[in-house]
């Protein structure tokens, strides 16, 4: 097989994962994750069980690529925040604003969505894990770049990432989000960022 007709069929492939992941992630909203079986999905792309079976070995293997989809955006927006031409503790005070926007409005607008990355969340997969490395390791570099511009003291980056992390989680951990949204005894999404973010220039 030539590298044309290859590549054809790859095409063809990921047009099809992604019709699959698309109608499995409309469902999951709207029906919920535990209600929806392949069959619906198969049902709703009008084809054969057997053929997204074809693509997906089972229903958890198409909601840990739906997560892996979802991560990849959140991802994405961090990166981009963390290297917008503004001071550290504006990156880092914009970065868990925006997290905690996505959190709320992505996550826990349907119910049915939250349980969806409940979940995720409850079976540890690594592509859970992976991503909150991968956005340690940006928060260091934005630490790394404000000590060196004297905005923080010298301390360890990736220690002071983790740090900052486990600080403001409750605004960035989807349950964490859901069970303090509506109780006035918690800190304010304000107060939270100003308090982890004087902690690295102290």
Not at 15 to 37: M, P, Q, W
Not at 77 to 92: K, M, N, V, W
């Amino acid at each position: 097989m030539n590298d044309i007709a290859e590549n054809a069929l790859e095409a063809t492939r990921q047009e099809n994962v992604t019709r699959i992941l698309d109608a499995a992630e409309r469902l999951f909203r709207h029906y919920g994750y535990s209600k929806t079986t392949v069959a619906d999905i198969a049902r709703d792309l009008g084809m054969s069980p057997a053929n997204v079976y074809r693509f997906f070995s089972s229903k958890i293997e198409i909601h840990q690529a739906i997560c892996d989809r979802m991560l990849t955006a959140s991802y994405q927006q961090a990166y981009d925040t963390c290297h917008l031409p503004i001071s550290a503790a504006e990156r880092l005070s914009l970065f868990v604003r925006e997290q905690y926007k996505m959190t709320v409005e992505t996550m826990l607008d349907q119910e049915k969505v939250h349980e969806m990355v409940v979940v995720a969340i409850e079976r540890d997969w690594h592509v859970i894990e992976k991503h909150v490395d991968c956005i340690h390791d940006l928060l260091a570099e934005v630490i790394r770049e404000g000590i060196a511009a004297g905005e923080f003291f010298d301390q360890d980056p990736a220690a002071a990432s983790r740090c900052f992390g486990a600080a403001t989680v409750t605004l960035c951990h989807p349950i964490m989000v859901a069970q303090c949204l509506a109780k006035t005894n918690r800190a304010t999404v304000d107060e939270l960022i100003d308090f982890s973010i004087r902690a690295l220039k102290k």
